[in-house]
């Protein structure tokens, strides 16, 4: 099946560095992959769309500029998170969209298995 | 704007008890829709989803849900529930077609007890 990883899996900086976390699709090509985060005892918030050879779309409320996506090629995106603070301190995740017909000609999303980050 | 609603955010069940999580959504369009499942420490894996045809749909670990489209309802079932489906159950939906974005339910949290 389609996997994901994510490195580091945890990591733990000081205020004011830069953090970049990896994504990748280990078996499948993804021209889209996604970048979440997710609060305790809250949902996953999509926070930007990565494509492949173009820039990421953000959502609404989400800096651009201090979260850096960059998918330069199909099977990894990184997010960087420049100048970091404690309040970036979060669980981030990926998920890689995959259009396989493996499984039945449907698309899905395969998830990553996440970043806990912690800014001190 | 699509939404996501899950009326239950915290079930405890015993082992062998059945098993419906509500979720709702709100939408015009056409959707597809899922429910994924994420284990203490592990990562979101997809339980099952719908895109179209039978309403209802069969997923792994004895899984089903229904889609009601009158009721913009997508509520998952078991009918017995095991200690190992303790775990945290998000509902999500998207538009049909192509690269749309997912949005989730806020979650609901499962907890069985032996």
């Known amino acids: 099946g389609a996997v994901v990883s994510q490195h580091p899996s945890w990591v733990i900086c000081k205020s004011g560095t830069s953090v970049k976390i990896e994504c990748r699709s280990l078996d499948f090509q993804a021209t889209t992959m996604f970048w979440y985060r997710q609060f305790p005892k809250q949902s996953l918030m999509l926070m930007a769309t990565?494509?492949?050879?173009?820039?990421?779309?953000?959502e609404q409320g989400v800096e651009k500029d201090k979260f850096l996506i960059n998918h330069a090629s199909l099977t990894l995106s990184t997010l960087t998170v420049t100048s970091a603070h404690p309040e970036d301190s979060s669980f981030y995740i990926c998920?890689?969209?995959?259009?396989?017909?493996?499984?039945?000609?449907?698309?899905?999303?395969?998830f990553g298995p996440g970043t806990r980050l912690t800014v001190l | 704007a699509q939404s996501v609603s899950q009326h239950n955010h915290h079930v405890i069940l015993s082992e062998a008890a059945s098993l419906e999580l509500g979720c709702n959504y709100s939408y015009g369009g056409t959707v597809n829709l899922f429910w994924y499942v994420q284990y203490p420490g592990q990562h979101l894996q997809l339980l099952l989803k719908?895109?179209?045809?039978?309403?209802l749909v069969k997923g792994i670990k004895g899984f089903e849900a229904e889609f009601i489209k009158s009721k913009f309802s997508f509520n998952l079932r078991k009918p017995s529930v095991q200690w190992s489906d303790t775990a945290e159950y998000f509902c999500a939906v998207k538009n049909s077609g192509g690269y749309q974005k997912v949005t989730f339910g806020i979650g609901t949290k499962l907890q069985v007890i032996p």
């Open positions: 998920s890689a969209y995959s259009n396989s017909r493996k499984d039945g000609g449907t698309d899905t999303q395969y």
């Open positions: 990565s494509n492949e050879g173009s820039k990421a779309t953000y």
């Open positions: 719908y895109f179209s045809g039978d309403p």
